[in-house]
């Protein structure tokens, strides 16, 4: 009788410690940026504290990751597909993510600047506070989900998006969400060239393109005019510059990283440096992304702008 207690004793803890490991899974969680032609910004860094989620049915906040000293990261190198990684193969309970905080080291009061603030703007080498609502408080809050797979693995990147998210108020320099969270296992990408490109910018006098990626079906006129936050094409997924091809002084490479599969309507747009406006030079519908794949997609240019 006192071995089969044993035993059963045993058993029990067993089935206990498999079913813990069983509802519990992996998350590699990383940062990335899409670029921005702010004339003079060289850097945009935000210091990192700490990186929360909540698992659906959960009222905890489990942290993710901490940086006792801070992570600083300066946003503008991590464009063109490049990411930073916040934490690697972090054990949390399986389920559904529903939401996210970034934890900065922020201002919160924009009467009082810090002498050195966690989180600051360089234009011109001159350094700009950089303020983020409750960043320090409640965080900066991502609220796409993601699963996290019993027994499994999940690798996440967050698309911080500065082109969108910097905001400038009067003389005061704002960061407002615009993060999209993807999972990397799910995602593809869009690659190819502007043909063509470098002679157009010769004869029409342009100085860079920019390739943006919106879902289909919305109404993309007017996306060239700044809404009011001072922002052109807002509703993009993402953008990226189109940058030379070595050995070729016609054609430009571009590439849209961390799609999610579907479909996307890419528009090209120029900065003419004689109006100094950005316009619109080209579009293309129904761009097919796979998960895991990258999708060739070349665009001729048109010799003058799209109306």
């Known amino acids: 009788m006192k071995k089969f207690l044993i035993f059963l004793l045993t058993a029990c803890l067993f089935i206990s410690c498999s079913q813990d490991a069983a509802d519990s899974g992996l998350v590699t969680f990383n940062i990335t940026d899409a670029p921005v032609s702010t004339e003079g910004l060289t850097a945009v860094y935000i210091t990192i504290s700490e990186v929360l989620v909540k698992v659906a049915d959960s009222d905890d906040w489990l942290s993710l990751v901490t940086f006792d000293e801070g992570l600083k990261l300066n946003l503008l190198d991590l464009t063109e597909g490049k990411t930073a990684n916040l934490a690697d193969s972090v054990e949390l309970p399986s389920g559904r993510v529903n939401q996210i905080r970034l934890m900065l080291d922020a201002p919160v009061d924009q009467e009082a600047v810090p002498a050195n603030p966690g989180c600051y703007l360089v234009i011109d080498d001159v350094k700009h506070p950089l303020w983020v609502p409750s960043g320090s408080e409640s965080g900066f809050k991502l609220v796409n989900s993601f699963t996290i797979p019993v027994n499994g693995e999940v690798t996440v990147t967050a698309d911080f998006d500065i082109r969108k998210s910097l905001v400038l108020?009067?003389?005061?320099?704002?960061?407002?969400?615009?993060?999209?969270?993807?999972?990397?296992?799910?995602?593809?990408?869009?690659?190819?060239?502007?043909?063509?490109?470098?002679?157009?910018?010769?004869?029409?006098?342009?100085?860079?393109?920019?390739?943006?990626?919106?879902?289909?079906?919305?109404?993309?006129?007017?996306?060239?005019?700044?809404?009011?936050?001072?922002?052109?094409?807002?509703?993009?997924?993402?953008?990226?510059?189109?940058?030379?091809?070595?050995?070729?002084?016609?054609?430009?490479?571009?590439?849209?990283?961390?799609?999610?599969?579907?479909?996307?309507?890419?528009?090209?747009?120029?900065?003419?440096?004689?109006?100094?406006?950005?316009?619109?030079?080209?579009?293309?519908?129904?761009?097919?992304?796979?998960?895991?794949?990258?999708?060739?997609?070349?665009?001729?240019?048109?010799?003058?702008?799209?109306?």
């Open 169 to 307: 108020s009067g003389e005061v320099y704002k960061l407002k969400p615009a993060v999209r969270v993807i999972v990397d296992g799910e995602a593809g990408q869009i690659s190819g060239e502007l043909t063509g490109a470098q002679t157009l910018a010769g004869s029409e006098g342009y100085s860079n393109f920019v390739v943006y990626a919106y879902e289909p079906g919305g109404d993309i006129s007017g996306e060239a005019v700044e809404n009011a936050d001072g922002i052109q094409f807002p509703n993009a997924v993402t953008s990226t510059f189109a940058c030379p091809v070595d050995g070729n002084e016609e054609d430009l490479r571009y590439k849209l990283a961390f799609l999610a599969e579907g479909s996307y309507d890419l528009i090209v747009a120029a900065y003419n440096t004689v109006d100094e406006i950005l316009e619109v030079v080209t579009t293309v519908s129904g761009v097919q992304v796979e998960s895991g794949e990258t999708t060739n997609q070349d665009i001729p240019v048109q010799a003058a702008p799209v109306q």
